[in-house]
């Protein structure tokens, strides 16, 4: 049997902070048993992951509407790391949809304004990362998730980035890149 050069877990549409009580339930339901599932993986034969990629929709509102959506991601996080003996610079994250705290929009006029911008086609997304204030107005939507995504991944990447680029050295002098 050939082994892999590099293999990852990929998870997506945690929602942590959705729903009611019996979603909430399932939720945990669900997520343990994948847990379970992961820590039995040498029973079924399949490589320990190199890495984690938790690709959208971590929490349910950005931490708005439960501050605590983002604690409970981590620990679910660091649990399904340790059991794959990885560490938490071995899980990287994009944000979705519901990453973003859509009630800046409605309380800082200037992101409102932005944000409309970008939406109609009269500004460019390359002009305002490019813009320092713009940038910065952007990112105060994403500010819950950005001080969560700090704790993973690699130490070089920024706080506060919107978008990152990582290299992973693998055998045979090759490297992933991950963006």
């Not at 998870?11 to 820590?39: M, N, P, T």
């Not at 605590?68 to 990287?92: G, P």
């Not at 998730?145 to 002098?173: C, H, K, M, N």
């Amino acid at each position: 049997m050939q082994t892999p050069i590099f293999t990852w877990l990929h998870v997506s549409d945690i929602h942590f902070g959705h729903g009611d009580a019996a979603h909430s339930w399932d939720q945990r339901l669900v997520l343990s048993k994948l847990l379970e599932d992961l820590q039995q993986r040498s029973k079924l034969d399949i490589p320990v992951p190199n890495a984690i990629f938790v690709t959208g929709d971590i929490a349910f509102s950005g931490a708005v509407r439960d501050r605590d959506e983002y604690d409970r991601a981590r620990d679910w996080l660091n649990s399904v790391a340790n059991a794959l003996h990885l560490t938490s610079r071995d899980i990287f994250l994009v944000p979705g949809n519901h990453d973003v705290q859509r009630d800046v929009y409605t309380k800082d006029r200037d992101v409102k304004r932005l944000v409309d911008r970008l939406r109609s086609g009269d500004e460019s997304i390359d002009d305002a990362l490019d813009d320092q204030r713009d940038h910065d107005r952007l990112s105060q939507r994403l500010k819950h998730y950005l001080d969560f995504a700090a704790q993973f991944g690699q130490e070089t990447r920024e706080q506060q980035r919107l978008f990152w680029v990582q290299r992973i050295p693998l055998q045979y002098s090759l490297t992933l890149r991950v963006a």
